[in-house]
């Protein structure tokens, strides 16, 4: 069992940045693929970004050349670097983890085996 605790949400000015971490516990994190996910008022949950357990990294297009995504494996940290943000970034954002050695591209949800609660994400102009 994997537990995923995610920080760093809160409110940013359009334009502006943010950082989220995502920190794992409960089993060896460096084999998990990591994801992040966000879900908008009325939306369906959509992928953000995601990093394999080697470090190879995969983005949406909408936050492509904006968004950047890291691990830490000495600290079962994850994280989401946000620049430039934009009003339509406003989200609950979700920390995901898939138990797995492959470097494919998971970009739904049900391909992830834990979720973190999410932390809220709002972005004012």
């Known amino acids: 069992q994997v537990q995923l605790v995610e920080s760093g949400g809160g409110l940013v000015q359009a334009g502006g940045s943010l950082r989220l971490s995502c920190t794992a516990s409960?089993?060896?994190?460096?084999?998990?693929?990591m994801g992040w996910f966000r879900q908008a008022p009325g939306k369906e949950r959509e992928f953000v970004a995601l990093i394999s357990w080697n470090g190879i990294t995969y983005y949406s297009d909408s936050v492509k050349g904006r968004f950047t995504i890291s691990r830490d494996s000495a600290k079962n940290t994850v994280y989401l670097q946000m620049n430039s943000l934009k009003l339509e970034d406003t989200a609950v954002y979700y920390c995901?983890?898939?138990?797995?050695?492959?470097?494919?591209?998971?970009?739904?949800?049900?391909?992830?085996?834990?979720w973190g609660q999410g932390t809220q994400v709002t972005v004012s102009s």
């Open positions: 409960g089993r060896t994190f460096s084999n998990y693929a």
């Open positions: 995901a983890a898939r138990d797995t050695y492959s470097s494919a591209w998971y970009r739904h949800r049900n391909e992830y085996d834990y």
